[in-house]
C-alpha cells in the first residue's frame, strides 16, 4: 500500500502569514495514463471534507487563490499565502493512483 | 447543484449488519464512479470502497474486504454500503463522494458498533 504522510501534525499561524503543508508518498504517484492523483482536503470543525485542490495542482472552483499545490512523483506540498480564519481546520492529501487510496494523517491548521 | 445525502446509520451490535443509502442529484449519476470514506471519532480520514460507474468492478479497503459490499441502482440514483460482521472498529461517520477525483461529498451518517 501507498502510504502518504504529511507534516506538520499542528500548524499554528498567524492571520496573514504564509503556511506550507507538506505530504510525501512512499511510491511515485505517477499513473500509467500519466496523470498524477493526488488531491487535497479541507475539513472544518464539524464539517464534511472538501476538496480544494486535484492533480497535484488544480485549484477546485470556488477556491480561494491564496491556496495553490505543487510537487510530483512523491513530494507535495499545499501553501496557503496568506492565512485566513476560515482557513481553520485540519488539511489531508490523498493517493488516487493505486488501490487501496490512501491519506495522509492529516495537518491541522490553527490561529496564534 | 450536486447533492450526496447519506441515510442509514445508527447503532449495532458486534457482530450485526447495516445498510448505508447515499442519494444523489446534480449530476448525472450514471455516468460516475462512486466511493465511501469514514472517519473514526477523532481521527483521520480512511477509504473505504469505490464502484465504476456501472457496477462491473468494485474496490475494498483490506480492513473491510469479505465483510462490505456496495452497489449502486442508476434507476434510483442511490448508492449503498452493505456491512456485515460490524465490529467496534468499524465506528465512524461514514461518507459517500462522487467522481474518481472525490468532487463532492455528502455530510456524513454515523454508525455506532457498541453492545
Known amino acids: 500500500d501507498v502510504v502518504m504522510t504529511q507534516s506538520p501534525l499542528s500548524l499554528p499561524v498567524t492571520l496573514g502569514q504564509p503556511a506550507s503543508i507538506s505530504c510525501r508518498s512512499s511510491q511515485s504517484l505517477v499513473h500509467s495514463d500519466g496523470n498524477t492523483y493526488l488531491n487535497w482536503f479541507q475539513q472544518r470543525p464539524g464539517q464534511s471534507p472538501r476538496r480544494l485542490i486535484y492533480k497535484v495542482s488544480k485549484r477546485d472552483s470556488g477556491v480561494p487563490d491564496r491556496f495553490s499545490g505543487s510537487g510530483s512523483g512523491t513530494d507535495f506540498t499545499l501553501k496557503i499565502s496568506s492565512v485566513e480564519a476560515e482557513d481553520v481546520g485540519v488539511y489531508y492529501c490523498?493517493?488516487?493512483?493505486?488501490?487501496?487510496?490512501?491519506f495522509g494523517g492529516g495537518t491541522k491548521v490553527e490561529i496564534k | 447543484q450536486v447533492q450526496l445525502v447519506e441515510s442509514g446509520g445508527g447503532v449495532v451490535q458486534p457482530g450485526g449488519s447495516l445498510r448505508l443509502s447515499c442519494a444523489a442529484s446534480g449530476f448525472t449519476f450514471s455516468s460516475y464512479g462512486m466511493h465511501w470514506v469514514r472517519q473514526a471519532p477523532g481521527k483521520g480520514l480512511e477509504w473505504v470502497a469505490f464502484?465504476?460507474?456501472?457496477?462491473?468492478?468494485?474496490y475494498y479497503a483490506d480492513s473491510v474486504k469479505g465483510r462490505f459490499t456496495v452497489s449502486r441502482d442508476n434507476s434510483k440514483n442511490t448508492l449503498y454500503l452493505q456491512m456485515n460482521s460490524l465490529r467496534a472498529e468499524d465506528t465512524a461517520v461514514y461518507y459517500c463522494?462522487?467522481?474518481?477525483?472525490?468532487?463532492?461529498w455528502g455530510q456524513g451518517t454515523l454508525v455506532t458498533v457498541s453492545s
Open positions: 463522494a462522487n467522481k474518481w477525483d472525490f468532487d463532492y
Open positions: 490523498m493517493q488516487g493512483t493505486q488501490f487501496p487510496l490512501t
Open positions: 464502484i465504476r460507474f456501472d457496477g462491473t468492478n468494485k
